[in-house]
């Protein structure tokens, strides 16, 4: 474990203490807290331009496992590059390309390939040979070039801690991420164990050695013996996990769906958006909760439906009956095909319908008995 400030620093217990009595849920999606904001942009702040954008994980491991996500979904591709008798953490996907793990345990997946440790002490290319960099990263380019269309990422470290805190011959990086981003991959740099001020002269070890890289991971220092992790990359590339539908509907509902849970965060509740479609609102209230939370949480949800209704419905109605006319809604023919001029159905109006929306009552709660809204019942 590396304890990046010294075990029990009276400072560090301090300031974890006043922490827990505040927050200390850490979610990326729906909710962050102020210090965690600013422990971001101070991250960000040691970084080129090109990194945007912070996911907390809960440990070294994870973050990598979330960044191979992350390039796998970026570049539509499933094939891994590693370093011989590299170790990126013990979850199942990092175990099947950690050639540490598979050698002893389990046979190497097809879609992962191994690449020589640029070894210059007990390698085969010295520290004396002014081309070490250049063959070292040739061989490289041997093995990838087969299957250059189908390689998503390559993942090092840029320094080598888990084989014994080996410094990669001048140039090497360089050259293994410019052959990646030239075949359609990116790169993750495995900082858990070198970054954060360990490489001494640079607070990353990426930049001792002249590249950068495409996303970062970050665990072990970053906490002090703490549970936290982080992956940091791009916008675009962060973007790339989104569940992106064509389908309209979907889309729409997905939309309303975080309108609504943007709306209960307002409110002081959170919720998720869940579901294939992200349309979902997912409460998980603690188990104190009281019948006064309860009012309070389904008063708050008829508002909202209440609001959503009064201010989108053309456009809702638009979506499940399609009409031909501003005007008038087609007669709507009974199962028999036979449709009746008298029937409420055929002489329904659309513009009746937008009238009634615009008489619903302002959000201060006050209505009119008279108007036709007052009277209406949102559970019909």
């Avoid at 990646?180 to 490489?199: F, K, L, P, T, Y």
């Avoid at 992200?278 to 006064?292: K, Q, R």
């Avoid at 949480?297 to 638009?318: G, K």
């Avoid at 959000?363 to 009277?375: F, K, L």
Wanted: net charge negative.
């Amino acid at each position: 474990m590396l304890i990046q400030l010294g075990h029990c620093h009276q400072e560090i217990l301090d300031v974890a203490c006043q922490q827990l009595g505040k927050f200390t849920a850490c979610s990326v999606e729906s909710v962050n807290n102020d210090e965690q904001v600013k422990y971001c942009q101070r991250l960000l702040n040691t970084l080129p331009d090109n990194f945007q954008v912070c996911l907390f994980t809960n440990s070294g491991s994870e973050a990598n496992d979330l960044a191979l996500q992350l390039a796998r979904a970026y570049t539509g591709r499933q094939n891994i590059v590693v370093v011989d008798a590299a170790y990126h953490g013990t979850v199942n996907l990092l175990l099947d390309i950690s050639p540490r793990a598979f050698m002893l345990s389990s046979e190497k997946k097809p879609w992962v390939h191994v690449i020589p440790f640029p070894d210059t002490y007990r390698g085969e290319f010295s520290a004396d040979d002014p081309q070490a960099a250049q063959k070292y990263a040739q061989a490289a380019r041997n093995i990838m070039e087969a299957h250059r269309d189908n390689i998503a990422t390559l993942i090092c470290e840029p320094v080598f801690v888990v084989h014994g805190a080996v410094v990669p011959p001048p140039g090497w990086l360089s050259l293994m991420y410019d052959y990646i981003h030239e075949i359609g991959g990116v790169v993750i740099a495995d900082e858990i164990q070198c970054g954060m001020g360990r490489s001494g002269s640079h607070f990353w070890a990426f930049q001792t050695q002249g590249a950068v890289p495409d996303i970062i991971t970050v665990g072990k220092p970053m906490g002090n013996g703490m549970p936290i992790g982080a992956v940091i990359t791009s916008r675009k590339i962060a973007e790339s996990l989104n569940c992106l539908d064509d389908n309209r509907m979907s889309m729409e509902a997905r939309s309303l769906a975080r309108h609504n849970r943007q709306r209960m965060k307002e409110a002081k509740i959170i919720v998720a958006n869940e579901g294939e479609y992200g349309n979902v609102l997912l409460f998980l209230p603690a188990m104190c909760l009281t019948t006064e939370n309860v009012l309070f949480i389904v008063s708050t949800l008829n508002r909202i439906f209440t609001s959503l209704q009064m201010d989108s419905s053309p456009a809702i109605m638009d979506l499940l009956l399609p009409r031909t006319s501003d005007t008038l809604v087609q007669q709507w023919p009974d199962s028999s095909g036979d449709s009746d001029a008298s029937s409420p159905a055929a002489s329904y109006n659309a513009m009746d319908y937008d009238t009634l929306v615009q008489q619903w009552p302002d959000s201060s709660g006050d209505s009119d008995a008279s108007s036709p809204a007052a009277s209406y019942n949102a559970m019909d």
